[in-house]
């Protein structure tokens, strides 16, 4: 990697990010309106005694999701285009190292998310009283760290992609699981052993288990940290695989 | 001095059909090379392969002294895809600039690609708003922007006014003074004329490597489409009848 070939690539993207003014208002709005459905979806539902409301519950775990799917879906998209048109390949024959390329998506749509998550995280706690016994900032910082995960896998992905058709349905097969088993729908620990099992190699498990030690204590836990050290593992890993299947030349 | 480029019995498939037949070819320094010959004869599988990115069944490409492809070289060559590859949503200035930097080259590097290539008046407009032919140019500013020793140039003048690419050839000419290898491909006879040397390819089998003076005293004839039409019939006696 070279830092100014890394910096001037993170600078790129954001920048066509910047010119594509309709995808930067979606990306700030949409996680507000569907964090606004999910408030009144649940403002008449009592809690439980002695466990955060339905929408803390909810909410939180929300924000990490938006990131992680939205960011998923923005690099799958722009690496495939990276590929059709062309500049991939001329990217490949100029001293642009692989990994300048992947990490500096990881750091630029990283970016991206950490505002999202920012926007996403003052709506749900300025407006909506978002309640959690932790700090805001950690978790904004586990949904940007879902937003490098999300970026990684997508990275990984758009390798099995041609098309496009192909690219968007990476996105059940990548995302839908990992929000099904994540925990919130059923408690891990209630799921049959299998699906525990699959459970616990799923990156997002750890990411919602950090959100959910962070809404339930109020200073970082040891299990929080090792979460988001795993997190943190698996985007890097899926990075460098990511890298492996980047080939210089083809046929 | 050694070729710019060396071609060795290069033989490339590609989806699963031999698409190079053992090409040995060598291109000279400083000079402007022409690679012709109509669409689907293997002249982009050929830049590929000097350019690096293209897996090669057999053969060797030997590139300003080492193997194509190799890390060094990604400094020292310079490659314009067929389609444009520059990024639409960004300006052209933007585009020329990222390139610059990659190259290790500054902003005003960038800007003076721009305007070489004559889109200083559009260099602040998105590529994704541009006509094909400026859009074509604007992404050779960026293969042009690192000032590399061997630039390999896939169809560059297509869609360009003769004006504009008459500026464009002498472009070409005023780098290969200063001892710059060019590689030009197209399937525009006339601008064979235009070329230092020539090679002629055809279903992916070299039929002519000389200069332009050569390959018409080669064919007999002046007129170096004529000369090519020559050139193509001798190479395959059992096609001379047809049409």
């Known amino acids: 990697m070279n830092p100014r070939i890394l910096s001037a690539t993170v600078a790129r993207i954001l920048r066509q990010l910047r010119h594509d003014k309709r995808t930067v208002a979606l990306l700030v709005a949409v996680p507000t309106v569907l964090l606004t459905l999910v408030y009144y979806m649940y403002a008449d539902q009592p809690a439980p005694p002695g466990q955060p409301s339905t929408f803390d519950r909810i909410a939180l775990v929300m924000l990490g999701f938006f990131p992680f799917i939205i960011m998923f879906l923005v690099t799958s998209i722009a690496m495939l285009r990276e590929r059709t048109t062309g500049t991939l390949e001329r990217l490949l024959t100029t001293p642009l190292a692989k990994t300048d390329l992947l990490f500096g998506y990881g750091i630029a749509f990283g970016l991206a998310g950490a505002v999202q998550a920012g926007i996403a995280s003052a709506v749900a706690y300025w407006v909506f009283g978002l309640e959690t016994a932790g700090s805001s900032a950690l978790v904004i910082m586990i949904a940007a760290l879902n937003a490098v995960l999300a970026v990684a896998l997508g990275l990984l992905c758009s390798a099995f992609a041609r098309t496009e058709f192909q690219a968007v349905q990476f996105m059940p097969v990548v995302v839908a699981p990992q929000l099904l088993l994540c925990g919130l729908f059923v408690p891990r620990d209630e799921m049959a052993g299998w699906l525990q099992a699959t459970s616990d190699v799923l990156p997002l498990s750890y990411a919602v288990e950090a959100l959910q030690e962070v809404g339930a204590h109020a200073e970082p836990t040891g299990t929080m940290w090792r979460d988001v050290a795993i997190v943190a593992a698996a985007a890097v890993l899926a990075l460098v695989l990511a890298a492996a299947t980047l080939r210089r030349r083809s046929g | ?243």
């Open chain 2, 1 to 243: 001095m050694a070729d710019a480029i060396a071609v060795r019995g290069l033989v490339v498939d590609r989806g699963g059909r031999r698409v190079l037949h053992g090409i040995d070819a060598t291109v000279p320094r400083g000079s402007v090379t022409g690679l012709l010959g109509p669409s689907g004869s293997g002249k982009t599988t050929l830049m590929r392969a000097i350019v690096g990115v293209q897996v090669i069944a057999t053969g060797t490409v030997t590139v300003l002294g080492t193997p194509a492809g190799s890390p060094p070289l990604r400094h020292r060559v310079g490659y314009l895809t067929q389609a444009p590859s520059v990024y639409a949503d960004l300006t052209v200035r933007e585009n020329a600039r990222y390139f610059a930097t990659l190259h290790g080259r500054d902003r005003a590097e960038a800007d003076r690609a721009v305007a070489d290539v004559g889109l200083a008046s559009a260099a602040g407009q998105l590529v994704g708003t541009l006509s094909g032919g400026q859009r074509s140019r604007a992404s050779l500013a960026c293969a042009l922007v690192g000032e590399p020793e061997l630039i390999v140039l896939d169809e560059p003048t297509v869609g360009q006014d003769p004006v504009l690419r008459a500026d464009l050839w002498a472009r070409f000419h005023a780098l290969a003074a200063t001892g710059t290898t060019l590689l030009v491909s197209s399937h525009v006879m006339d601008e064979a004329a235009r070329c230092d040397r020539l090679l002629l390819i055809r279903d992916g089998r070299l039929i002519a490597d000389d200069t332009p003076a050569a390959v018409r005293a080669a064919a007999g004839v002046d007129d170096l489409d004529e000369a090519f039409l020559r050139l193509i019939r001798a190479a395959e006696p059992d096609r001379s009848g047809e049409a």
